[in-house]
Structures are given as structure tokens and as C-alpha cells.
């Protein structure tokens, strides 16, 4: 079965201070990886997604990730917090099933970026 | 512009009433998908359906039912049978048979009890 594991609940930083939500996986084959991110009272917004190739991901409003295949890793970055980066972060894996593209998510991490 | 729109954004629900969320997407997309919100417990898969007039069971969909008669309409109806409605509802979308594709999402409808 394939699962997702966010082990933080929250993480705070500072702005301008370097940012990392970490994200692990269990799947068989080859994963789709995915993030997401959450704002009060909206629905999801995709951020990147990793399927193949470079280990570096570069997705949207600054966001990176690195997927590291040994240590079944898939960890969001960003160089420099900013205060409105603070919101929900989702990641998930990805699978196909006989009734289409199916994904597991993580918990969320709940991002706080203070002054 | 193309999206998902849900409504309405936030519902009540009587003891022993059904009640029915929208979902309706205009980005021609073949597979739509229902999920549950819970804090702390992530995402959680109701129903889906890759094509019109097909739709499979999630891994909670006890208390649910869907239809999908329209290719851009994927309503949801919470039924009496389900116990603990309160959740944040959430519809996506995404090409069908295409898991390296991301899934998009509606702003979400609010379900409580009164």
C-alpha cells in the first residue's frame, strides 16, 4: 500500500530564514510525487511534482524539492520565508488504478512564518 | 478561466436529512474525485469516477452516494446513514490515466450539523 509521512505537524521560521517541510514515502514502482498547499477555507493548490529526471524539483511562488530515492525522501524547500508563505502544506503520492489517478496524502504540515 | 467550483461554501444539515454538494469543473477533464478534510487527518478519498455513468468506492465511503450523468458534474450526497457529517468537503479533478498529473481542486464546501 502506498503512504505518506509528514512528521511535523508545525514548523516555524523566520522570515527570510531558509524553509524545510519534510515529506517521506512508501510506494512499489516508480512514485509520483506531489505538493500542495492549503489556505484558510480554500482548497489545494499545486505547488510542484516530481516524476522523473532531476532530483531538484522547482514548482511555483519560489517553492523547490528535492527527492532523494534512498532515503525515500521528498522534503519542500525555500531559500527565503516570507510571512504569506504561512498556510497548510500537503504532500502526496500519486498511483494509477483500474479507475484512474488515485493519491495518498500526507497529514499536512502547518507552516508559521513570523516576522 | 477554467476550475472547479463547488457550492454551496458552507451547508447545514438536519438530523436524519440528506443534503447534496455541487462540484462542477469546465477544464474537460474525464476523472473527477470527492474528499473529506478532517484536522489532523489529512485528505481522505470519498468516491471517484474516471468516466460519465461510472464512479468507485474511496476508502470511506460508507454514508455517500454520487452520480456522474455529466462529464463536468460530480454532485455528492451526504446521507442519514452517515453518522459524523462534519467536515470540510473537497472536489478535485484531473485527466484520466494520467497519475503524473496533478489533481485540481474546488474551494471546498463546510458541512455541520445543526
Known amino acids: 500500500a502506498q503512504s505518506v509521512a509528514q512528521p511535523e505537524d508545525q514548523v516555524n521560521v523566520a522570515e527570510g530564514n531558509p524553509l524545510t517541510v519534510k515529506c517521506t514515502y512508501s510506494v512499489s514502482g516508480n512514485p509520483y510525487l506531489f505538493w500542495y498547499v492549503q489556505y484558510p477555507n480554500r482548497g489545494l493548490q499545486f505547488l510542484l511534482k516530481y516524476i522523473t529526471g532531476d532530483n531538484l524539483v522547482k514548482g511555483s511562488y519560489g517553492f523547490e524539492a528535492e527527492f532523494n530515492k534512498s532515503q525515500t525522501s521528498f522534503h519542500l524547500k525555500k531559500p527565503s520565508a516570507l510571512v504569506s508563505d504561512s498556510a497548510l502544506y500537503f504532500c502526496?503520492?500519486?498511483?494509477?488504478?483500474?479507475?484512474?489517478?488515485?493519491?495518498?496524502f500526507g497529514t499536512g504540515t502547518q507552516l508559521k512564518v513570523e516576522l | 478561466d477554467g476550475g472547479i467550483t463547488q457550492s454551496p461554501k458552507y451547508l447545514f444539515r438536519k438530523e436524519g436529512q440528506n443534503v447534496t454538494l455541487s462540484c462542477e469543473q469546465n477544464l474537460n477533464h474525464d476523472a473527477m474525485y470527492w474528499y473529506r478534510q478532517d484536522p489532523g487527518q489529512g485528505l481522505r478519498l470519498i468516491y471517484y469516477?474516471?468516466?460519465?455513468?461510472?464512479?468507485q468506492k474511496g476508502d470511506i465511503a460508507e454514508g455517500y452516494s454520487v452520480s456522474r450523468e455529466k462529464k463536468e458534474s460530480f454532485p455528492l450526497t451526504v446521507t442519514s446513514a452517515q453518522k459524523n457529517p462534519t467536515a470540510f468537503y473537497l472536489c478535485?479533478?484531473?485527466?484520466?490515466?494520467?497519475?503524473?498529473?496533478?489533481?485540481?481542486f474546488g474551494d471546498g464546501t463546510r458541512l455541520s450539523i445543526l
Open positions: 478535485a479533478s484531473s485527466i484520466t490515466g494520467r497519475s503524473n498529473q496533478p489533481q485540481h
Open positions: 469516477s474516471q468516466i460519465v455513468n461510472d464512479f
Open positions: 502526496a503520492v500519486s498511483f494509477l488504478t483500474g479507475g484512474g489517478n488515485k493519491l495518498t
